[in-house]
């Protein structure tokens, strides 16, 4: 669980700075040796520490809510969600070994609790539930939320698996070699299943409609990777914490190929990593209110953007954006003709700091209670070859 490092008091304080809340598209961390904090560090590797020292006594997981707060679990016991600089306010306290958390499509937070065998779901007001506790569960260590349906997705360590949960139970997805210590869970693109082995060194593709899971990346390369997420691109980014490496935030691609966020002397140990959502705002809507988002991409300033708004069925846009040139044509003619959004008119300009605030009037209707709109953004780049900058991730409002 926390594998200490070696480390340079001298470079962890040179990292410090004025802390400020992570931006759209930020990753952030848990760096959890003998100083424990939380890191923010930019999609071209700027490391600044967000906070350090107490609460915090054995920060081990990290997310990022719709509207850019950072949760923290710690494994003593607590689950703390940071406000603002400096405002760090105990959600949750009482949990057995809290190791990571995750944030559902209703906004709440789930937590895996590894000495309890349990996974909790957390409301933002702190008040606590029980997803699944007990079997299969014997050391639940990792988990994510599909955004196509909302199910959890947990890696449990010790009986080296993984599950799908939702409100018909348990479901093992794949078990058994060649998994060894499977730590973390994300997803890919298309929906199959990335975990990420710290025995293996290696990230595993497990496929969505079952079958054997492959190895995407394996050591040298990779070192003991234990956490990952969605790169809201295509790929997954994971945190590494061992040798031969050292510490780094690295992306994956699909065909194997990586890419270095930030390595060395910048981090101490780094525990879990998490992604600040480019598209962030409201997560239950109603008739006839005015729902509003806030697409934040400070890379892309002053581009022109497009959101897609579309009814429960749509998944989302499968693209890999922004370091691999794309042929956007196929892929939208097959989403425009399969999953038809119910609307693209929200288009305009980023403004100087990379940002809009597109609002939607919900019509004064019936509107059926677990009626779901999917929204996604695209920015546009013409001195991209694809014409495409980035890509926002899937932002989903309940009714």
Do not use: K
């Not at 709440?108 to 779901?121: C, M, P």
């Not at 997420?229 to 790929?235: I, K, M, S």
């Not at 929200?346 to 677990?370: K, M």
Request: aromatic share 8%; hydrophobic share 45%; proline share 9%.
């Amino acid at each position: 669980m926390h594998r200490f490092a070696p480390w340079s008091i001298v470079a962890l304080c040179s990292s410090l700075a004025v802390a400020q809340m992570p931006r759209g598209g930020d990753y952030v961390a848990v760096d959890s040796a003998l100083v424990p904090r939380v890191v923010v560090v930019t999609p071209s590797g700027v490391v600044t520490t967000l906070h350090q020292g107490p609460p915090l006594a054995q920060p081990s997981g990290i997310a990022a809510t719709n509207d850019g707060r950072v949760l923290v679990a710690d494994f003593s016991g607590t689950l703390y969600r940071i406000d603002a600089p400096g405002v760090v306010v105990p959600v949750r306290s009482g949990l057995a070994g809290p190791i990571r958390v995750a944030v559902d499509r209703n906004g709440d937070y789930l937590v895996a609790d590894l000495t309890a065998a349990r996974v909790s779901r957390i409301t933002p007001q702190g008040a606590i539930s029980t997803v699944h506790a007990g079997a299969p569960f014997v050391r639940p260590f990792d988990l994510a939320v599909d955004p196509a349906n909302g199910d959890v997705l947990v890696v449990d360590d010790r009986t080296r698996a993984l599950y799908r949960v939702n409100a018909s139970g348990v479901l093992p997805l794949f078990s058994g070699a060649p998994f060894r210590l499977p730590m973390a869970v994300a997803l890919w693109a298309n929906g199959d299943y990335a975990v990420a082995d710290a025995l293996v060194d290696g990230v595993f593709r497990v496929p969505r409609a079952g079958g054997s899971a492959t190895l995407v990346q394996s050591v040298p390369t990779l070192g003991n990777p234990d956490g990952m997420v969605e790169n809201f691109d295509g790929y997954v980014a994971l945190s590494e914490s061992g040798a031969p490496n050292g510490n780094r935030i690295v992306v994956l691609r699909p065909d194997g190929s990586t890419s270095i966020v930030a390595a060395g002397g910048a981090f101490s140990n780094l525990e879990a990593l998490a992604r600040v959502p480019h598209l962030q705002g409201t997560v239950n809507g109603a008739s006839g209110v005015s729902l509003a988002w806030t697409a934040e991409f400070p890379t892309q300033a002053g581009n022109p953007y497009l959101h897609f708004v579309s009814a429960s069925l749509y998944p989302g846009l499968p693209l890999a954006i922004g370091e691999s040139p794309v042929n956007p044509d196929p892929v939208f003619l097959s989403f425009v003709g399969v999953n038809t959004p119910v609307l693209q008119s929200f288009v305009g300009n980023l403004d100087a700091s990379g940002r809009a605030n597109p609002t939607l009037a919900i019509p004064s209707v019936p509107i059926p209670a677990g009626a779901v709109l999917h929204v996604q953004t695209v920015v546009l780049d013409f001195g991209q070859p694809s014409f495409l900058g980035a890509l926002g991730n899937l932002h989903t409002v309940r009714f």
